[in-house]
């Protein structure tokens, strides 16, 4: 076995997915930004949770409007992805500089991130400021996936090009490896 050492503390999990967040209001405006502190929380209700750091702009208008995207970009976006992360809303229309397009979602304000093959929409159930970040949970209230990824209501996640975030650097993922429950079978 391999002797263990203390690592970087800013970097506990890896790899971890990015998502493009969509968010709007009515008063404040609109924006998508980059987003690598995510994850699923519940199956019942149906929830994601995204941490987002209070001085982002994204940060106000999620918790003014209580609702925001989460959408599924593929490898084919990593420039817009990049740019949407390293780019602030307060002085950009990151959807027009990243040449995105803001469709409009069939329940929440928030815009969905049409060139994504996979959008969620989502209200908030649950704040809770964590320090450097805040956690915004969302119960997701209506899911939206590309026409030819859907079978049988399920996507096929292995014709997506998933794109992951280890420490810095961009991981795209796609090689399948087993089936959960595979050891039981």
């Known amino acids: 076995m391999s002797k263990k050492v ?11 997915p990015v998502v493009l967040v969509g968010c709007a209001h009515r008063d404040i405006g609109r924006n998508v930004l980059t987003v690598a502190w995510c994850g699923v929380d519940s199956s019942d209700p149906p929830t994601v949770h995204v941490s987002i750091r209070p001085s982002r702009y994204s940060h106000r ?8 995207t989460v959408n599924i970009p593929t490898r084919e976006l990593l420039r817009q992805v990049d740019i949407c992360g390293t780019v602030s809303g307060k002085y950009a229309d990151k959807f027009e500089r990243a040449g995105l397009t803001a469709a409009a ?6 815009p969905i991130v049409a060139e994504c093959p996979v959008n969620l929409e989502c209200k908030v159930l649950h704040f809770m400021p964590l320090g450097a970040h805040d956690m915004f949970i ?12 859907v079978t049988k209501g399920r996507v096929a ?4 090009a998933l794109i992951a975030y280890v420490s810095g650097d961009y991981w795209s993922l796609g090689e399948k490896i ?3 429950g595979f050891t039981s079978k």
């Open 157 to 160: 996640w292995d014709k997506i």
């Open 178 to 180: 087993g089936t959960y």
């Open 105 to 110: 979602g069939s329940v929440v304000e928030a």
């Open 138 to 149: 969302g119960e997701i209230v209506a899911r939206h996936a590309d026409e030819s990824l």
């Open 6 to 16: 203390d690592f970087e503390k800013a970097h506990m999990l890896a790899p971890t």
């Open 61 to 68: 208008i999620i918790k003014e409007s209580g609702t925001f």
